[in-house]
């Protein structure tokens, strides 16, 4: 075997994904893993074998309420930003018009704040990405300032 196929054939062996756990994530499951072995006798599991029977026992696809809980610890505004100018660019390849309040407004809803504060005062439009990057913030109400 040449040298190149025997790196080959390693990478395919170590193609696994490895993850960081926090302290806090590392003691509740050492904390499991101690709870079942006292009660269990004979049972013997790792972290990796907890983590991994967590992944495959939960259910393929995430709930509605995991959902809101990812998105909202998770969420990234220059991340969305950078998708909308993205889109907004695609969209006036293509002739059509996109405005950045059309894609704000399933972002605003999600956040239940700026989702209720919308219904009870009307809104102006952002009228450039940096308002709308600070109207996103919760304690920066931009798009009242908008002309």
């Known amino acids: 075997m040449e040298k190149s196929d025997k790196r080959v054939a390693s990478l395919n062996l170590d193609n696994r994904e490895r993850v960081a756990l926090t302290e806090s994530s590392i003691a509740k499951l050492n904390a499991w893993i101690e709870q079942l072995t006292s009660k269990r006798s004979g049972v013997t599991i790792n972290r990796k074998q907890l983590v991994n029977w967590l992944v495959d026992y939960h259910a393929p696809a995430l709930s ?29 390849a293509r002739g059509e018009e996109l405005r950045l309040e059309t894609l704000l407004k399933p972002v605003l809803s999600c956040k239940g704040g700026a989702a209720a504060k919308a219904k009870k005062e009307p809104r102006k439009i952002a009228s450039s990405p940096m308002q709308a990057a600070e109207a996103l913030n919760e304690e920066s109400p931009a798009l009242d300032k908008a002309v």
């Open 64 to 92: 509605f309420a995991e959902e809101e809980v990812l998105a909202a610890q998770f969420y990234d505004e220059v991340k969305f930003l950078t998708q909308a100018l993205g889109q907004m660019r695609r969209a006036r």
